[in-house]
């Protein structure tokens, strides 16, 4: 199972291709869980990212059936389970995009070869189809969001310090036009 979270959220099956989640309310829900995976979140707060404006007095029973229609979309069921302190979503090593995305980031800040590093960083980026949680406004996932965004304009000022320790300059001005605002780079250069 693959879940992605840095675009749009989608998942896919048995190593088909990633699709959209349906429905408005399972992609919130399924963006809350994974936000916190493997982490209990509370009723409360999956009753407050599903129906922001709305009280929740009635809003318990309507969580479980979103709860349910989630397990149906994803290759086991038992991997959103509920507890004492919430429901949580058993998500493994490897399988959420935004995970792979600070893997790769940390293995590249581990090496000691820059070419190596700046292919890790370039592996990376690679990931992102878009902003983390694109189409999920949820006021508990601003903050992750904000994050993800963050270590993003981190990973290309990496790049590019990479890119400049091994003389390839030229080989960057062309992306570095291209290049999400904010980004700075090593050795004097920023992106106007």
Do not use: K
């Not at 699709?19 to 309310?25: F, Q």
């Not at 989630?70 to 302190?85: A, E, Q, S, V, W």
């Not at 940390?106 to 070419?115: F, H, V, W």
């Not at 320790?165 to 570095?176: K, Q």
């Amino acid at each position: 199972m693959l879940f992605e979270v840095l675009g749009p959220v989608r998942l896919a099956r048995d190593g088909g291709a990633a699709v959209a989640v349906p429905g408005e309310l399972r992609r919130r829900l399924l963006a809350m869980l994974l936000a916190r995976a493997n982490e209990p979140v509370s009723a409360d707060a999956l009753v407050r990212a599903l129906w922001p404006d709305r009280a929740a007095a009635d809003r318990r029973a309507r969580l479980q059936l979103q709860v349910h229609r989630l397990r149906g979309l994803l290759d086991d069921p038992g991997r959103l389970g509920f507890g004492p302190d919430g429901y949580w979503l058993r998500v493994l090593p490897g399988e959420l995009d935004a995970d792979r995305f600070g893997a790769l980031l940390d293995e590249a800040e581990r090496s000691d070869d820059p070419r190596h590093g700046a292919a890790l960083i370039r592996e990376s980026l690679a990931l992102w189809r878009g902003e983390p949680y694109q189409g999920v406004d949820v006021a508990d996932l601003r903050g992750e969001v904000q994050r993800l965004v963050e270590r993003r304009l981190a990973a290309f000022e990496e790049l590019y310090a990479a890119e400049i320790r091994c003389d390839r300059h030229a080989a960057i001005v062309g992306e570095l036009a291209d290049s999400p605002d904010g980004i700075r780079c090593g050795n004097g250069c920023t992106r106007c």
